[in-house]
């Protein structure tokens, strides 16, 4: 259902006037009022109804399902291509691990397009070195979505499909229905034939209209529809999902507990063949990065936390919810150099990405944490309301 929207005002001298509004509920469901709050003075009382989902901010992690490739290949392709991996040394513990002990609260997940099923389900790398786990492995031979980064050589994960990666997200979540919203980045991969080496990349998929369409379908065979929150939510009666984002905001974080909001990474052709006969993102699953100035403007990836400092804060101050990243593999893990971190830290970006939300294993100590909280977000130093205290973001 649409959240409801509450509007505050003022005390007035000789007595208290409270209003409330309503939104109307999905297909055309009966209106519902609620109790207006008072935020003058922000608790942990009151939190939940005074503090909106862009007022938070929280880490999350880059290509979250990533497992390290097999030594074995690396060592083999580095007679080819010298150094080829190193900038993706890196892994990720299971999903539910990084959103349990690692309180991440935005993931990240690759897909290729596998319509039949057993595109990727040999891949070059993997019978090069005879890695058995990951060949003609049952769940790569069904057909749907395949989460993998890179086809045929960094091909390992923690979860081989986007509807197994989404029911570990779900029953999470559903175990923990107090938690801060979880953000699920996805990005639609595809692109031309390469090799490596003595390898040739097997040629994925084109994302035309009807494959980015059936991404949301995938979506919905696991989540539930009160579960997520959409552009429509978001939109509600307003012209423009723009518009409603500017003019009345985000839902309230107890609107936003235990749910999960979805936005599609790609700024290719893939998001213009998602936003095809919906320029509002009209009763499509997933945001998409857009610019400002346009009607589906809610979300915004930029990624150079540096580079694009002062936009983000701008941008963030609006009411945009804006993604960035703390560290690009692997030059701060191996480096220390915290000039990224403390960028996005303060630019005011909702969504942090990271590849190391544990300290670096390369010695540097490098590690993408609040400085100043231990819970699993915080007050978002741009806009978060004066009367924001971290430990309001506890689950």
């Known amino acids: 259902m649409y959240p409801i929207r509450t509007f505050l005002y003022l005390a007035l001298p000789a007595a208290f006037i409270f209003f409330s509004c309503t939104a109307e509920k999905q297909q055309n469901q009966q209106r519902e009022i609620t109790t207006v709050t008072d935020c003058e003075t922000i608790s942990h009382e009151n939190a939940d109804n005074c503090l909106r989902l862009n007022h938070i901010q929280v880490f999350g992690t880059h290509n979250s399902y990533k497992l390290y490739p097999h030594s074995d290949l690396v060592e083999r392709l580095n007679e080819y291509v010298p150094g080829w991996a190193d900038n993706i040394n890196y892994e990720h513990r299971p999903l539910q691990e990084q959103l349990g002990e690692l309180k991440i609260r935005q993931l990240e997940l690759d897909i290729f397009a596998d319509p039949h099923g057993g595109m990727y389900s040999e891949p070059a790398g993997a019978l090069l070195i005879a890695d058995e786990e990951y060949i003609r492995h049952p769940a790569l031979m069904e057909p749907g979505f395949k989460v993998l980064h890179t086809q045929d050589v960094d091909y390992r994960t923690t979860?081989?499909?986007?509807?197994?990666?989404?029911?570990?997200?779900?029953?999470?979540?559903?175990?923990?229905?107090?938690?801060?919203?979880?953000?699920?980045?996805?990005?639609?991969?595809?692109?031309?034939?390469?090799?490596?080496?003595?390898?040739?990349f097997t040629a994925p998929l084109q994302f035309d209209v009807d494959l980015a369409l059936q991404i949301d379908e995938e979506i919905w065979s696991i989540f539930s529809r009160n579960h997520v929150i959409t552009p429509d939510d978001i939109r509600g009666?307003?012209?423009?999902?723009?518009?409603?984002?500017?003019?009345?905001g985000w839902p309230t974080l107890g609107e936003s507990r235990g749910k999960v909001i979805f936005a599609l990474d790609n700024t290719d052709a893939s998001r213009e063949n998602y936003l095809s006969g919906a320029p509002n993102l009209e009763e499509r699953a997933m945001f998409v990065s857009s610019h400002p100035g346009v009607p589906s403007a809610a979300f915004i990836k930029m990624n150079d936390s540096v580079q694009n400092f002062e936009q983000i804060r701008e941008n963030a101050a609006m009411g945009y919810v804006i993604r960035t990243r703390s560290d690009i593999p692997v030059y701060e893990a191996t480096t220390g150099d915290t000039t990224r971190l403390n960028a996005s830290l303060s630019s005011g970006a909702q969504y942090i990405s990271t590849d190391y939300p544990e300290p670096s294993p390369f010695g540097s100590g490098y590690i993408a944490a609040f400085p100043d909280a231990d819970t699993p977000g915080r007050c978002n130093p741009v806009t978060a309301p004066p009367g924001c205290q971290h430990q309001f973001m506890t689950e």
Request: glycine residues 4%; aromatic residues 6%; proline residues 4%.
């Open 159 to 200: 979860c081989f499909t986007l509807t197994s990666c989404l029911e570990v997200v779900r029953d999470w979540s559903l175990e923990n229905q107090s938690h801060l919203p979880v953000m699920i980045l996805i990005e639609a991969k595809q692109g031309q034939p390469a090799s490596r080496g003595q390898l040739t």
């Open 237 to 248: 009666n307003y012209e423009t999902l723009e518009m409603a984002v500017l003019e009345n």
